[in-house]
């Protein structure tokens, strides 16, 4: 049978970043559960669990939930109701469609004080005569029984006559299980028959399948056709009269039809497995060592020879929706390889690369992978600089060397460019000394020297 695991919670529990430990809420509905357990010592916190449309026979395993709040186990194969005392907070239980026919099992609910919501649509208890009456009467702190809410008034007349009630109850009940015993043991000789049917139709298959006699090997191909086809319809009776016999709908019933259908499913895929193994695996490098170029996926693309940056640039056109874990890559000196779903995507590269320094990221446009691959051989471009220069510069009439390799002077506007004059640091105005004794200036002196009435007198 099939358990509650670990990594089916975990992977159940992604909006929690697949820890457990603190998990609130979870959904493990149709996950063909058929017995609860665990959930109790992995998931202490949960305040809402959902078990729906699973095949669990038994509610077990969730007393220690004392957070739960929420309870959905609608269409499972539960009896009666039981092991929920110690959820404390439990405000709302969901039980529809299961097989509870034992209705007096409700009052282990009457330790839930906090229990508002309980829903018993499409139990074999709610045909009892009585029903509603004896729930509201047994639960008084019910607000709403099927939906339907519990008014003051239909809990006062249900407690008046309760007893009277109870009684009926147990009689329906007491009807209810000799039925149930009769239906088991239905289900348990319709179980031997099938068996038997089985184990005939696998001795018949064995004398078929017996060495043939040399005169019939040469036609065993014809004959493996025949035998296909007489199984096939075999195959085809059988589940039609699986399908067409009329069957009671119970626990058994229901649990018979899921083995069927999961025994079916199996022996689908033992076929589909050898066809599987016969798809030839694509040739990617080449017995001498070549590598191809190969699209599986046939999915656009572009390589992009970046020279300034000294890279290559590959744009694969991958589905826009497509999961990011699908897709694998691989990038090789020579070559990438990138695995799309499985397929394989392979590309020869025009130079060699640093797959170390490669990186890969997805395009939130378009969702297209972007794979960078730094070239191995670095070249440094005198492009680069002199674009730089000239991008730089507020001078836009930089002139370039001539062809005959003599190279021009810059011109300089003295009207925008104003440059000291060098001549002219010296002035030519006259200046006396301004210190303690007053220097006359030499010009004066050099005009009384050319005086006709100046006498030099030494002594002075």
Not at 182 to 200: H, I, L, S, V
Not at 364 to 390: C, D, F, N, R, Y
Not at 422 to 447: M, Y
Request: hydrophobic share 30%.
């Amino acid at each position: 049978f099939l358990s509650v695991t670990e990594d089916l919670v975990r992977r159940r529990a992604e909006h929690n970043n697949c820890e457990i430990f603190s998990l609130e809420e979870i959904s493990l509905h149709q996950q063909e559960i058929e017995k609860l357990e665990h959930l109790d010592k992995w998931c202490r916190d949960l305040k809402i669990l959902y078990l729906q449309n699973n095949l669990i026979p038994k509610i077990e395993n969730v007393g220690k939930l004392k957070k739960l709040e929420y309870l959905n186990v609608a269409l499972n194969n539960i009896e009666r109701i039981e092991n929920l005392e110690g959820c404390e907070e439990l405000k709302k239980l969901d039980l529809t469609a299961n097989f509870i026919g034992e209705l007096s099992s409700i009052e282990s609910l009457k330790c839930n004080i906090h229990l508002k919501e309980l829903f018993l649509v499409g139990n074999p208890c709610t045909e009892f005569e009585g029903y509603r009456q004896f729930v509201v009467a047994t639960l008084h702190q019910l607000k709403y029984l099927d939906s339907k809410e519990i008014e003051r008034s239909e809990r006062i007349k249900a407690l008046q006559n309760y007893p009277e009630v109870k009684w009926k109850i147990r009689e329906q009940e007491r009807a209810y299980l000799l039925k149930r015993a009769r239906e088991k043991e239905e289900a348990q000789r319709r179980m031997q028959e099938r068996k038997d049917e089985k184990q005939k139709q696998m001795d018949s298959k064995l004398g078929l399948d017996s060495p043939d006699s040399p005169q019939e090997k040469p036609n065993q191909a014809e004959g493996d056709g025949k035998q296909e086809g007489y199984r096939t319809i075999e195959n085809d009776d059988e589940d039609r009269r699986f399908w067409e016999e009329p069957t009671p709908y119970t626990p058994e019933s229901r649990l018979e039809t899921h083995r069927y259908i999961e025994e079916k499913r199996r022996a689908k895929d033992k076929i589909r497995e050898p066809k599987k193994r016969e798809k030839t695996p694509w040739t990617l490098v080449t017995a001498e060592g070549k590598v191809l170029n190969v699209n599986v996926p046939k999915l656009h693309f572009s390589l992009k020879d970046d020279e300034e940056n000294n890279q290559i640039i590959l744009d694969l056109a991958v589905y826009r929706h497509l999961d990011t874990s699908l897709l694998d890559v691989d990038v090789q000196p020579s070559y990438i390889r990138v695995l799309v779903k499985g397929k394989p995507f392979q590309l020869v590269l025009p130079e060699e690369v640093k797959p170390d320094s490669s990186s890969a990221k997805r395009s939130q446009t378009t969702g297209h992978l972007l794979v960078t691959m730094p070239k191995a051989k670095e070249i440094i471009l005198a492009k680069q600089k002199v674009s730089a220069s000239v991008k730089h510069s507020d001078c836009n009439r930089q002139q370039k060397t001539t062809r005959s390799g003599q190279v021009e002077k810059l011109e300089v506007d003295p009207s925008k460019y104003s440059f000291p004059d060098v001549t002219k640091i010296i002035q030519e105005k006259e200046r006396t000394g301004q210190g303690p004794i007053k220097l006359q200036p030499q010009k004066v002196t050099e005009v009384k020297k050319n005086c006709g009435d100046f006498e030099n007198n030494e002594d002075v």
